[in-house]
């Protein structure tokens, strides 16, 4: 009885065996294969982009020979894996090519499988299949599908309407800044950032018209997406936009204004509209930001408007305003407050008896 127990334990061992070293065996000759298939389809797309951008004199690139050749290398809806594969290696292209030849590419994709497959994810349920349709799309730039990114731009999901935001950017340029008024949720920090950098590296030129009508915006998010615009830019002409919104309620938006105003130089007139803001600031660490902004950008002293801070404002700020004054050569200033300070205490204590 043991014997034969013993036999059937040793039978399914080997099958067992023979399994694992089957699976093993087949999935390396399947990786061979598979890699030496996707070394035809990049070989087979460098030849046709070659021959497209690059064509013999006198003669015209045959689209429906090179559509014939990618189907029978797989390129069909039916096999996502090979079309997936096509798509990154024209992303890969686009990205490195420029000029004529970026448009050309462009015409390109739009007449050779996988077609739509990229704006066919558009369509899942599934958002991060759709947010890689849209990159794909915008990466590609097949501006051809900008309202379908217009539609994803309030999307439920975070990522997917950040990148229908950035396509939009993308392929619209500053008059995609017409849209933020109508956004419905909220633009995370480093999606303005994104926004800002798009505009600049693609749109370096600025116009004005788009975004001044932008300024229409009272949203937290469009506010701060403004006045990074404006800072990337060194648009001095509107440094205004920024100023009125350093005493603004929200720390947010004043700190954000801190930060973009740090960038330009002030006339006198400006330079008095902060000062005045400076009192409605309500958080000390702003306001300590500020007021080295303020004596940064000053080419004088402003000596009763320190002198002021110094007698009624709080004990930091009275701090950092006596070292303004003391290393700017107001030292009598500084020492007459102090002097008073000791004996406006000295006039309190009670003398013993």
């Known amino acids: 009885m043991e014997a034969i127990i013993l036999k ?48 013999n004199p006198n003669e015209e690139p045959d689209l429906i020979k090179i559509q014939r050749t990618f189907r029978n290398l797989g390129i069909v809806p039916s096999k ?16 490195s090519i420029l000029g004529e030849n970026y448009t050309k590419l462009k015409t390109l994709f739009t007449q050779i499988p996988p077609y739509g497959a ?81 505009l600049k590296d693609l749109y370096p030129e600025p116009d004005l018209a788009y975004l001044r009508k932008a300024y229409e915006s009272d949203k937290p998010y469009a506010i701060g997406l403004i006045m990074r615009i404006i800072r990337k830019f060194n648009l001095q002409e509107d440094v205004h936009y920024i100023i009125q919104f350093l ?32 009192y409605n600031i309500s958080n000390v660490e702003q306001k300590l930001q500020l007021l080295k902004y303020i004596q940064k950008i000053s080419y004088e002293i402003d000596l009763p408007f320190y002198k002021n801070l110094l007698y009624n404002g ?14 700017n050569g107001y030292k009598e200033e500084v020492q007459e407050y102090y002097y008073q300070q000791y004996a406006m205490q000295n006039d309190g204590e009670k003398v013993p008896v």
């Open 314 to 327: 709080n004990d930091i700020i009275k701090l950092s305003v006596a070292d303004i004054l003391w290393n």
């Open 118 to 198: 990229s704006a066919n994810k558009l369509n899942s349920r599934k958002w991060y299949i759709k947010a890689r349709g849209i990159r794909e799309i915008y990466e590609m730039n097949q501006n051809q599908y900008t309202r379908d990114l217009i539609k994803l731009r309030n999307d439920s999901n975070i990522y997917v309407r950040r990148e229908a935001q950035i396509g939009l950017v993308i392929f619209l340029g500053w008059k995609s800044l017409r849209l933020l008024p109508y956004l419905k949720r909220q633009m995370t920090l480093w999606q303005q950032i994104k926004i800002v950098e798009k």
């Open 8 to 55: 059937i334990i040793i039978k399914s061992l080997l099958v067992i065996m023979l399994i694992v070293y089957g699976s093993i065996a087949f999935t390396m000759l399947y990786r061979k294969w598979r890699k030496k298939h996707l070394n035809l389809i990049e070989d087979t797309f460098a030849n046709v982009t070659s021959m497209y951008l690059y064509p």
């Open 247 to 278: 005493d603004n309620q929200k720390f947010d938006i004043r700190e954000c204004a801190l930060y973009c105003i740090s960038s330009f130089s002030l006339n006198n007139d400006q330079l008095g509209e902060i000062k005045e803001k400076f």
């Open 80 to 95: 996502p894996r090979n079309v997936q594969y096509l798509i990154d290696l024209m992303i890969r292209t686009q990205r």
